[in-house]
Nanobody, 128 residues
Framework: QVHLVESGGASVQAGGSLILSCTAS????????FAWFRQPPGKEREGVAI?????????YADSVKGRFTISQDNADDDTVYLHMNNLKPEDSGIYYC????????????????????WGQGTQVTVSS
């Protein structure tokens, strides 16, 4: 069983920055695919960023390109970060970390059904 824990959520002003972290424990895969999703109030969950820890490939939602960066820890393959810059009020929501074996994540990589493990989420609130 894999357990994911997110941290780093906070309340910030528009234009500010945050770094979210996600650490996986348990029987993770040799080649993981980590993803960050978010769920704004009253809206459906949406994919934000993805990283394949085997080759470092990354993918981003259009709404965050140029502002968010997903990265993995240099010393720990089971920890990833989401660096969020120039935050906007529309970035507010609960941010979730998700994980699956990289070979299972293809096609519509932001489809939530492709991810087997999920964290409990961390709240990000951006005020104008």
């Amino acid at each position: 069983q894999v357990h994911l824990v997110e941290s780093g959520g906070a309340s910030v002003q528009a234009g500010g920055s945050l770094i979210l972290s996600c650490t996986a424990s348990g029987a993770t895969y040799t080649n993981n695919c980590f993803a960050w999703f978010r769920q704004p109030p009253g809206k459906e969950r949406e994919g934000v960023a993805i990283i394949y820890t085997g080759d470092g490939d990354t993918y981003y939602a259009d709404s965050v390109k140029g502002r968010f960066t997903i990265s993995q820890d240099n010393a720990d393959d089971d920890t990833v970060y989401l660096h969020m810059n120039n935050l906007k009020p529309e970035d507010s929501g609960i941010y979730y970390c998700a994980l699956n074996w990289a070979n299972y994540v293809f096609g519509d990589r932001f489809a939530p059904d492709l991810y087997k493990y999920w964290g409990q989420g961390t709240q990000v609130t951006v005020s104008s």
